[in-house]
């Protein structure tokens, strides 16, 4: 349970020990053809959060996630972890702070356990074999995500969503401080999509993750988010929680359908339901 | 590909170490003078032997072992570079001449050749070896100037280049009909006269290239899973990319400048490899120079043999056999 603190105290070569895994954006700014995509996004996520970001198609909540994870420069602004500026740091220790599982994949016939292994690269470096302690990181990282039988399944092979569930491991092998999850639940049956934003959770609450989740399903984002952000053309509409983002004149105003508020029976969390016969 | 014909390390290396052996012992022992494989062993492990004969010794080592290491080195070569660039490209189409360096190689040694260039002693395999360089860091430096930074536009680019210099050489061959059949010759590709030479100029390099595509196996696996998930684990992508093309191309230049252009290993020798040993590098690299060691030891061996004393352009063999091998194993192997 505590492995991706306790269990691995010193992760080889891993810096920062001071590291919480808090990740600012500030004031990000990106343009593709003229166009803002990120339109001076401002953000945190704190450790022991889940923050989900939402927003129409095209809103740049991939962008927005992309450029946290240093994969993408942007015109303007700073994306900070723990108060390092990711783009005066090297690849490999923001790999060691830092893991994104991506919603495109783009696969080969590795086996599940050789792909979820390229999880520990930032961590015993690019050249070296892997170690003991980082087969046990992997062996945990297939357990959390269920895919321990499939380990010696080519991940072509596998279906859509235990590919996703591969990706997820891989993250997880990273041993991260932040976690970044893009569109994590879809192509997942209802079972793995329950299981997969459970586990977010207990990352963020019970070891202490920071984890951002795009989510197009409001109501899955209601369920796994102790924060959200809502985003429109670039621009964050609102943050907080989701009773303070979820609120039929804001959803309604900015996905352009008109919807209805009610409360998850259970927990009391919103439930967004479009208004049929209208617009 | 499916899983069910996977086999273990433990299994495959020692049991194509061995064929190797075996192959490479009953290479040595055919020719103009058959040998049996123990009269090959004797003159092998006890030259001075009273039980050796004294012709089996001068024929094994100064005639067909230099010849026969020179091929298992070379295919080994061409495998291993050809294993490396499917990966770094994520295309089973590519082979190890696919930036560029068949065209550069068979420019330099068309001109070397017809004399335009002199390099001393080794003029053609030397020109071979500068021109496939050149060729592989042109399209390498048009690529990183363009900033289409990606695979895709070295590839892109590697085919652009190798059809201008094609063009080139073709030109060449029709303004020197004289010519025309030595240069032809060196295009196939062969072993013909090759001899230690050749073997101490491409071994070293071959093998120090082999070694560096197989400590950069794990970026190679990085790669396959797209540039943004090896950028996400931390990989420098520059880095990675550049010391896989100039470890693959050395390996590429020396083989090419050693044998000339022998096409097909390494296309196919990586795709038998990925049956039995999955796709990992790290085994993938080992594995296919193997494979790529031992199908060009047989395909010599009947290069010299099938139409004796007439020797067949060794890279003519590997496609006329190799490829109907080829396509019923991929029909066989239920590959996409």
Redesign the interface.
């Known amino acids: 349970m505590t492995l991706w603190r306790g269990g691995d105290p010193a992760p080889p070569g891993g810096g920062g020990a001071g590291g919480e895994g808090a990740l600012t954006a500030m004031n990000l700014r990106y343009n593709l053809g003229g166009r803002a995509i990120l339109d001076h996004v401002q953000l945190q996520v704190q450790p022991g959060e889940v923050l989900a970001l939402i927003g129409p198609n095209g809103a740049g909540k991939t962008t927005l996630l992309?450029a946290l994870?240093?994969?993408l420069r942007p015109l303007g602004g700073t994306v900070s972890l723990d108060g390092r500026d990711v783009w005066r740091m090297?690849?490999?220790?923001?790999?060691?702070h830092m893991?994104?599982a991506?919603q495109g994949?783009?696969?080969?016939?590795?086996?599940v356990e050789?792909?979820v292994g390229?999880?520990r690269?930032?961590h015993r470096g690019?050249?070296m074999?892997l170690g003991s302690d980082d087969h046990a990181a992997v062996q945990a990282a297939l357990e959390r995500t269920g895919m321990t039988i499939l380990r010696?399944?080519?991940v072509t092979?596998l279906s859509g969503g235990e590919q996703r569930r591969a990706i997820l491991a891989r993250a997880l092998a990273?041993g991260p401080r932040v976690l970044l999850l893009d569109e994590p639940t879809a192509a997942l049956d209802l079972k793995y999509q329950v299981a997969i934003l459970g586990l977010a959770r207990r990352l963020a609450h019970n070891d202490g993750l920071s984890v951002v989740i795009t989510l197009h399903d409001l109501n899955q984002a209601a369920g796994v988010a102790d924060r959200m952000a809502l985003l429109s053309n670039g621009r964050v509409l609102a943050v907080g929680t989701p009773d303070e983002v979820l609120t039929a004149e804001l959803i309604g105003a900015t996905y352009g359908v008109p919807v209805s508020v009610c409360r998850h029976p259970l927990d009391g969390t919103p439930l967004i339901t479009p208004l049929r016969g209208e617009g | 590909m499916t899983g069910r014909l996977r086999l273990r390390p433990a299994i495959w290396a020692p049991a194509l170490a061995i064929g190797l052996v075996v192959v490479a012992i009953l290479s040595l022992g055919v020719g103009a003078v058959w040998l049996s494989p123990s009269e090959v062993a004797r003159a092998l492990l006890t030259p001075h032997g009273p039980d050796t004969i004294a012709t089996a010794v001068t024929i094994v080592w100064d005639l067909r072992l230099a010849r026969v290491l020179l091929a298992a080195l070379v295919g080994a070569g061409l495998a291993g570079a050809g294993a490396a660039f499917q990966g770094m490209f994520r295309t089973p189409l590519a082979d190890p001449f696919v930036i560029g360096a068949s065209g550069g190689a068979a420019l330099g040694a068309t001109l070397a050749i017809l004399g335009k260039v002199s390099f001393g002693v080794a003029t053609v395999p030397t020109a071979a070896f500068v021109g496939a360089m050149l060729a592989v860091m042109t399209v390498y430096g048009i690529t990183l100037a363009s900033g289409a930074n990606s695979a895709t536009a070295l590839l892109l680019a590697g085919a652009a280049l190798s059809t201008i210099l094609s063009a080139v050489v073709s030109l060449l061959m029709l303004m020197n009909d004289r010519a025309i059949q030595e240069i032809f010759a060196w295009l196939l590709g062969g072993f013909s006269g090759r001899s230690w030479p050749q073997l101490t100029m491409s071994g070293p390099p071959i093998l120090a290239g082999l070694a560096m595509l197989w400590l950069l196996a794990r970026p190679l696996d990085a790669l396959t899973s797209g540039e943004e998930t090896a950028r996400s684990l931390g990989l420098p992508l520059n880095v990675a990319r550049g010391a896989i093309v100039a470890a693959a191309s050395l390996v590429t230049a020396a083989a090419v400048a050693a044998s000339g252009l022998i096409g097909f290993i390494g296309l196919a020798a990586p795709h038998i490899a990925r049956l039995f040993c999955g796709s990992s590098h790290a085994r993938l690299i080992p594995a296919s120079a193997l494979v790529g060691a031992l199908l060009l030891l047989i395909a010599d061996s009947a290069a010299r043999t099938l139409i004796a004393p007439t020797e067949l352009p060794v890279g003519v063999l590997t496609a006329l056999l190799g490829g109907p091998f080829f396509l019923w194993m991929l029909g066989w192997g239920g590959s996409r």
């Open positions: 992309r994870a240093r994969l090297r690849p490999r220790p923001v790999a060691r893991a994104l991506p994949a783009e696969l080969w016939p590795l086996t050789q792909f390229l999880g690269a930032p690019w050249l074999p010696e399944r080519p092979e990273q």
